[in-house]
């Protein structure tokens, strides 16, 4: 197999004049996976390359693969995301997947960065003092989620109560409120961050329903869950596709 016109294309344009060490060694694998991801999985769905590099590097954060997200940060790059669009997608990676998990991205996006001669640290996005935080966290909730976050809040165990601030507060008051990447694309991000997990079917169902508050419709999450496949694998795409349905059925 040769790899297609159109898949050379997608590759130039995001990784140019680059070519992978596995082409040598194995450039029959390289032949098949580029095809594939590059050709049938990219020409699908309308996402533009920058939101589709973006919602790659959220899965791959979630999945903890820091060396296809080396590779992958600088195709971002490449196609115009902003270092500080990057630079929040990290951040908002860490109320997901934990700062044990993201500690290891954030050291590599800033060697990237700096590499492709960006000063850092870079201006502050924070909108929230500690004084504001909780109001506008829980703000945010109720424009993604709405009277779902009071049913919660108040069904919450006494002794878990303090858990729900913290979703409040920091989850939502301290990273969703900072600027640099709009509310609609944050969501789409934590989805993409989400299908990575394992296990969080549950979260993944609720912010499908918080992407349709915000505006992101079926098939741009079928967009999203498509061009993850190649990276996250066909148990954890069909695993997606489910909590797709379960919430939103296609329409007949």
Known sequence: MTMSETAHRNHERWFPSHQSTLKVTDPEF????????????????????????MAILAALIAG??????????RAALTVGVTPVEVKELVYQAVPYCGIAVVFDFLHATNEILASAGVKLP?????????????????????????????????A???????IQDHLSGNCFGDYYTRTGLDLRLRELLTFSMLLALRGCEAQVKG????????????????????????????????????CLNDVLPASA
């Open 64 to 73: 903890q693969a820091l060396g296809e997200y080396k590779v992958m940060l």
């Open 156 to 162: 919450s165990p006494a002794d878990q109560r303090h």
């Open 207 to 242: 912010h499908v329903r918080g992407n349709l508050q915000v505006g992101n419709d079926r098939g741009t999450l079928v967009s999203v869950i498509t061009q993850l496949l190649p990276y996250l694998g066909y148990p954890r795409t069909l695993n997606a596709l489910q």
């Open 122 to 154: 870079l201006e502050g996005q924070s909108t929230t003092t500690r004084e504001t935080r909780m109001a506008r966290g829980l703000g945010v909730q109720k424009a993604i989620f709405g009277e779902t976050i009071d049913q919660m809040r108040e």
């Open 30 to 53: 390289i032949e098949l996976f580029d095809h594939f991801a590059f050709d049938e999985v990219a020409s699908y769905g309308t996402l533009d390359d920058r939101t589709r590099l």
